[in-house]
């Protein structure tokens, strides 16, 4: 692990908290809001997103819905430049124009090769970019964690920061920077370790 990304306490949601070239232009307003959400409910965004030209940020321990919305908030209060992959399911019409305004890339895991098009594509587009993915795959209690998030950093020249759901101090953090050995298995194994610091809403479901 490096300390490069290790958390610090912020009273506040700011744009400062995400490096200029991975910010994007949503209005006042957006950004007002997910502070004050933030705000109105005491939780603590601690830390800050990598200073690279792109970052893969993985989401953990994800147990509950409300992960998304925390999740979302955070992203709006510091205006990142943000694409997460998301189950194409709950792309349902007359909603996908603005998941996907909100940074969506619908997958479906019947088709895992389709992914890295996706993501391709959106990195592309976008140049500077920030990936979310929750390599859980699912809210349930999961034995196997994916490792498709490794290829997806690896092929996309990401940084890989770890953002963590900690319901029971009321935060997430944006903490360490990964460096991955090559050794899916290990560095899935070790990834798992740096988490359980964490508590999810559900942590039964970790």
Same mark, same amino acid.
């Given at each position: 692990m490096?300390d490069?990304g290790?958390s610090?306490?912020v009273?506040?949601?700011?744009q400062?908290?995400?490096p200029?070239h991975? @910010?994007?232009?949503r209005?006042?307003l957006t950004?007002? %809001?997910?502070r004050?959400?933030?705000?109105?409910?005491g939780?603590n965004?601690e #830390?800050?997103i990598?200073?690279s030209? @792109?970052v893969l940020i993985v989401?953990?321990?994800?147990?509950?819905?409300?992960?998304f919305? %925390?999740g979302?908030a955070?992203?709006l209060? +510091?205006?990142?430049?943000?694409r997460w992959l998301? *189950?194409?399911?709950?792309?349902?019409?007359g909603?996908?124009w603005f998941m996907?305004w909100? #940074? #969506?890339?619908p997958?479906?895991r019947?088709?895992?090769d389709?992914?890295?098009?996706?993501?391709?594509e959106?990195v592309?587009?976008d140049?500077?970019?920030?990936?979310?993915v929750?390599?859980?795959?699912t809210? *349930?209690k999961?034995?196997?964690w994916?490792?498709g998030?490794? @290829? +997806?950093?690896?092929?996309?020249?990401?940084? +890989?920061?770890?953002?963590?759901?900690d319901?029971?101090?009321k @935060? +997430?953090?944006l903490?360490?920077?990964?460096?991955?050995?090559g050794?899916?298995?290990?560095?899935?194994?070790a990834?798992?370790?740096?988490?359980g610091?964490?508590?999810g809403?559900?942590?039964?479901?970790f």
């Amino acid at each position: 692990m490096s300390d490069r990304g290790v958390s610090k306490k912020v009273n506040t949601i700011s744009q400062e908290q995400c490096p200029e070239h991975l @910010r994007t232009n949503r209005s006042r307003l957006t950004r007002w %809001f997910g502070r004050t959400f933030y705000r109105s409910i005491g939780w603590n965004l601690e #830390g800050n997103i990598v200073d690279s030209e @792109r970052v893969l940020i993985v989401a953990a321990p994800h147990t509950s819905n409300w992960d998304f919305v %925390f999740g979302i908030a955070a992203v709006l209060g +510091i205006n990142a430049r943000v694409r997460w992959l998301g *189950k194409h399911t709950i792309f349902k019409p007359g909603i996908t124009w603005f998941m996907r305004w909100l #940074g #969506g890339i619908p997958v479906n895991r019947e088709k895992p090769d389709a992914v890295m098009g996706y993501v391709d594509e959106a990195v592309k587009k976008d140049n500077g970019v920030v990936l979310v993915v929750a390599p859980e795959g699912t809210r *349930k209690k999961s034995p196997k964690w994916k490792s498709g998030f490794l @290829r +997806i950093a690896e092929k996309n020249n990401c940084k +890989i920061q770890l953002g963590a759901l900690d319901f029971a101090n009321k @935060r +997430i953090v944006l903490g360490d920077v990964f460096e991955p050995t090559g050794d899916n298995e290990a560095d899935i194994a070790a990834i798992i370790e740096y988490y359980g610091q964490f508590k999810g809403k559900h942590p039964d479901q970790f």
